[in-house]
Nanobody, 130 residues
Framework: QVQLVESGGGLVQAGGSLRLSCAAS????????MGWFRQAPGKEREFVAA????????YYTDSVKGRFTISRDNAKNTVYLQMNSLKPEDTAVYYCAAHRQPYYSGGVYGPRAAHEYDYWGQGTQVTVSL
């Protein structure tokens, strides 16, 4: 059984920064792409960022490009999401997820659909105030 545990969420003022972490256990972390999604109240879960198993490719939704950075440390079985220049519209519960296919290479578009992931964390709340 795969376990994903997010941490690092909290309350921050607009323009501030947070770093989310997702610690994985239960399967060979280094062979799977990882993603971050978020869900705001009353809205559907949306893709935020993804990184391939090797870290060689990274993907972002347009609204976070230039502000968020996804990274991974395979030695620590952890994926990160550095969030800078936060805006109130970034307020949401953030989830990390593990891709269902080992050694997924990503391609041009990347793994942006929730159904491509088979394990999810419990989520961490990020609240950005004015």
């Amino acid at each position: 059984q795969v376990q994903l545990v997010e941490s690092g969420g909290g309350l921050v003022q607009a323009g501030g920064s947070l770093r989310l972490s997702c610690a994985a256990s239960g399967r060979t972390f280094s062979t799977y792409a990882m993603g971050w999604f978020r869900q705001a109240p009353g809205k559907e879960r949306e893709f935020v960022a993804a990184i391939t198993w090797s870290g060689g490719r990274k993907y972002y939704t347009d609204s976070v490009k230039g502000r968020f950075t996804i990274s991974r440390d395979n030695a620590k079985n952890t994926v990160y999401l550095q969030m800078n220049s936060l805006k109130p519209e970034d307020t949401a519960v953030y989830y990390c997820a593990a891709h269902r296919q080992p050694y997924y290479s990503g391609g041009v578009y990347g793994p942006r659909a929730a159904h491509e992931y088979d394990y999810w964390g419990q989520g961490t709340q990020v609240t950005v105030s004015l």
